[in-house]
Structures are given as structure tokens and as C-alpha cells.
């Protein structure tokens, strides 16, 4: 069983459109992310979810909403799509309560915008 | 906001040659986290280090946490091809919750 599974995989799409992303784990942890890689390989956080509750908001365009519908979910809707929104998104999750575990990252949706 | 860099940015070896990177945070850590992430893969956790001045060894890796919790490096002895990849320290704050913020990588490739 895949640990945290993303879906889709790939994402071609053009700009204006609206599209989501869907993360699931199963791994009991209580703290999901979600973090934009780009072409120069640059991790940032987005997003972080702790038992349902936004934790972690980084200076991230409105555009982008994510919502957690408990907490093994976490997905990410983002409206009005642009061409610098071309990059890799990777959702992780770790055990805040173990408060030192290391991140477990999906396998990275690969979003283009023509 | 706090900046975690690493260098090098890019390093080719041959296989059997030894390899380190280093990571630098603008802020003190309460721990550091390495991954590796293979080309067209996602972060793999390596290991935590939480202690000021603690090492760590996995095989052929080495891991140190700097005194003043605000530095680390990896070091690889004897490079294999498996090797290959990027490695990315992530620093965690001193803030009530979790954020991993990533170094800028060091991505490796060895030689046969």
C-alpha cells in the first residue's frame, strides 16, 4: 500500500482553468503539507494541515485553496491557472505528536500550463 | 524569513570518491532533517539530527548537527552510482508547530 498517494500524477492544462489536486495517507499521521518544487529544484511549503486545521499559510496566491476533509486528505484547488504555476507538487505528512519524525512526500504531481 | 543554503549546488564525482555537502541556516534549528531525491523522484527521508554537535552514521553516510544547531553537512564515503541525486537538508525552527523549511539542494552525480 502506498503510503501518501497523489492523484493525478500528471496535469496538462491551460491558463484560466481550474484544477485540484487530491493527497490520502495511511499512515495515521495527524500533519499534512503541501509544498511547490520548481524547475530549479527549489522545495517550498505552501500549505501545512494539523488534525483538520490550517497551521501553516505561506505567502501564496489566493488562487490556490487547499482543503483537508479530515485528516488523512488533503487536496489542493487552484482557480485561474497561470503559466508560473508550471511546477511539481508534492503533498507529505508526518506525526506532529512524535514532533520530530521525518516527512513521508507523495509521488509529486507534475502540473503543466499551456 | 529564514533561508536554509547548501553548497555545493552541484557536484560530479567519480564512483569510489568521496562527496560532502554543506547546509547553513540564517536562524537557529531545534533539528535537521535530510532527504534524497532521486532524479524524477520524490524526498526521501534520510535521518534527524536534533542535538548541538551530533553525529550520525548510516553506512556509508555521515551526518553532523553544528554546535551552534545552524549548520549541518553530509558526508559520503567512497561514492557508489546509487548515489545519485539530490540532497536537500531541511531545518525546523524553534515555532510552536512543524515547518521544514528546505535547503537549496546539492544535487550529485557519480561517475562509473
Known amino acids: 500500500d502506498t503510503a501518501v498517494s497523489q492523484t493525478p500524477k500528471y496535469l496538462v492544462t491551460q491558463m484560466g482553468n481550474d484544477k485540484s489536486i487530491k493527497c490520502e495517507q495511511n499512515?495515521?499521521?495527524?500533519?499534512m503539507y503541501w509544498y511547490k518544487q520548481d524547475s530549479k529544484k527549489f522545495l517550498k511549503i505552501m500549505f501545512s494541515y494539523n488534525n483538520k486545521e490550517l497551521i501553516i499559510n505561506e505567502t501564496v496566491p489566493n488562487r490556490f485553496s487547499p482543503k483537508s476533509p479530515d485528516k488523512a486528505h488533503l487536496n489542493l484547488h487552484i482557480n485561474s491557472l497561470e503559466l508560473g504555476d508550471s511546477a511539481v507538487y508534492f503533498c507529505a505528512s508526518s506525526s506532529f505528536l512524535q514532533g520530530r519524525g521525518g516527512y513521508t512526500f507523495g509521488s509529486g504531481t507534475r502540473l503543466t500550463v499551456v | 524569513g529564514q533561508q536554509v543554503m547548501q553548497i555545493p549546488q552541484y557536484q560530479h564525482v567519480q564512483e569510489g570518491e568521496d562527496f560532502t555537502t554543506y547546509c547553513n541556516s540564517s536562524?537557529?534549528?531545534?533539528?535537521i532533517q535530510w532527504y534524497k531525491q532521486r532524479p524524477g523522484g520524490h524526498p526521501v527521508f534520510l535521518i534527524q539530527?536534533?542535538?548541538?554537535?551530533e553525529v550520525k552514521k548510516q553506512k556509508r553516510l555521515t551526518f553532523q548537527f553544528g554546535e551552534a544547531k545552524k549548520n549541518s553537512s553530509l558526508h559520503i564515503t567512497a561514492t557508489q552510482t546509487t548515489d545519485v541525486g539530490t540532497y536537500f537538508c531541511?531545518?525546523?525552527?524553534?515555532?510552536?508547530?512543524?515547518?521544514?523549511?528546505f535547503g537549496t539542494g546539492t544535487r550529485l552525480l557519480v561517475s562509473p
Open positions: 499512515l495515521g499521521h495527524d500533519t
Open positions: 539530527l536534533v542535538k548541538s554537535g
Open positions: 531541511a531545518g525546523c525552527p524553534y515555532t510552536g508547530f512543524q515547518k521544514l523549511v
Open positions: 536562524t537557529t534549528l531545534s533539528n
